[in-house]
T-cell receptor
Framework: GENVEQHPSTLSVQEGDSAVIKCTYS??????FPWYKQELGKGPQLIID?????GEKKDQRIAVTLNKTAKHFSLHITETQPEDSAVYFC?????????????FGQGTELSVKP | EAQVTQNPRYLITVTGKKLTVTCSQN?????MSWYRQDPGLGLRQIYY???????DKGDVPEGYKVSRKEKRNFPLILESPSPNQTSLYFC????????????FGEGSRLTVL
């Protein structure tokens, strides 16, 4: 089955700097890669996702890149702000809309210092 | 307001005392799932359901039961809780045949003594 590894487990940056979180996956059949943000005391929320037919996707200050050959994908946050502080989870799955299991990484706790 | 509602949010119980964590969604989603979150292990799927009366095991189903008698509800049952089931539990739902976005509840923190 799919296995997702996420690094780093904690990340501290200064406000305004960029942050990068990396994930690798094992199942070459995986074709859907979402990223979730979990604020303190809340459930995770989808912030961006990418499908295997696309190499990069951007949404304002966040972007995700996918390298299918190397089986890794990354989340990039530019111009970080204190409200970006949260736990971020990557995930991967094949055949998602046919009941495929969404496998999550271990999570990255991002701290943005003012 | 579109939401996934879990109850209770916090619970302390003792080993062996059966408990149920309820989950309800108001978005008419077919797909519902339970996850547990433990430090350093991320979110691990316990059970999921593609539709009414259809449930399947996730990665860590031991010690848990679920049922899906109605589309909106997906309760998680711990028949005989043990201390290793102390965790933060999340219910989630999705219109899986559309965007696939998972909508999570606020979480239920369970402590088994």
């Amino acid at each position: 089955g799919e296995n997702v590894e996420q690094h780093p487990s904690t990340l501290s940056v200064q406000e305004g700097d960029s942050a990068v979180i990396k994930c690798t996956y094992s199942d070459s059949a995986s074709n859907y890669f979402p990223w979730y943000k979990q604020e303190l005391g809340k459930g995770p929320q989808l912030i961006i996702d990418i499908r295997s037919n696309v190499g990069e996707k951007k949404d304002q200050r966040i972007a995700v890149t996918l390298n299918k050959t190397a089986k890794h994908f990354s989340l990039h946050i530019t111009e970080t702000q204190p409200e970006d502080s949260a736990v971020y989870f990557c995930a991967a799955t094949p055949l998602y809309n046919q009941g495929g299991k969404l496998i999550f990484g271990q999570g990255t706790e991002l701290s943005v210092k003012p | 307001e579109a939401q996934v509602t879990q109850n209770p949010r916090y619970l302390i119980t003792v080993t062996g005392k059966k408990l149920t964590v309820t989950c309800s969604q108001n978005m008419n989603h077919e797909y519902m799932s339970w996850y547990r979150q433990d430090p350093g292990l991320g979110l691990r799927q316990i059970y999921y359901s593609m539709n009414v009366e259809v449930t399947d095991k996730g990665d860590v189903p031991e010690g848990y039961k679920v049922s899906r008698k109605e589309k909106r509800n997906f309760p998680l049952i711990l028949e005989s809780p043990s201390p290793n089931q102390t965790s933060l539990y999340f219910c989630a739902s999705s219109n899986i045949r559309s965007t696939g976005e998972l909508f999570f509840g606020e979480g239920s923190r369970l402590t088994v003594l």
